[in-house]
């Protein structure tokens, strides 16, 4: 998912723990080279200063700055957990694609991805994919 994106989008929460995690790292695959070279915007009211390198603070328009954003990257933009920003993604018709990963552990309740608001009827099984217990599902917009 990171090869193909040309760069995330996050919540502040997520925000800061990847921030917290991923200047500090390297290794020998380069998977951190990319998390920390590639272009990261946070949808936020309250970050002020943000620290990990390339980093751009949205604030105000939602649907104009996805839309600037998605103009201005060819290949994918990667939301990587941030359920409250994907959640507004998800209202305002933003999302092309999901890829969820399905963990077989019951919680009894918890955060819906599909608030009433958004439609889930918008999106089709596009491909699965098992990896030891854990299903990934692949949902594209119809």
């Keep these: 998912m990171l090869a193909a994106a040309d760069a995330q989008l996050l919540g ?44 751009t603070v949205i604030r105000g328009d939602l649907q104009g700055e996805i839309g600037r954003l998605k103009e201005q990257y060819e ?12 959640r ?12 969820l990963m399905v963990f077989p552990v019951v919680l009894g309740k918890g955060l819906r991805l599909f608030d009433d608001g958004a439609d889930r009827r918008n999106f089709e099984l596009a491909h699965t994919k098992q990896t030891g217990e854990v299903a990934i599902l692949t949902l594209r917009k119809r």
């Design 75 to 86: 290949g994918d933009i990667l939301v990587a957990g941030s359920g409250r920003l994907v």
């Design 12 to 55: 502040r929460k997520t925000y800061e723990g990847f921030a917290a995690a991923w200047p500090s790292r390297t290794d020998e695959a380069g998977f951190s080279d990319r998390m920390n070279s590639m272009p990261k915007y946070v949808v936020s009211t309250t970050l002020e200063s943000p620290e990990w390198q390339n980093t």
């Design 88 to 99: 507004s993604l998800l209202q305002e018709g933003l999302v092309d694609e999901l890829r």
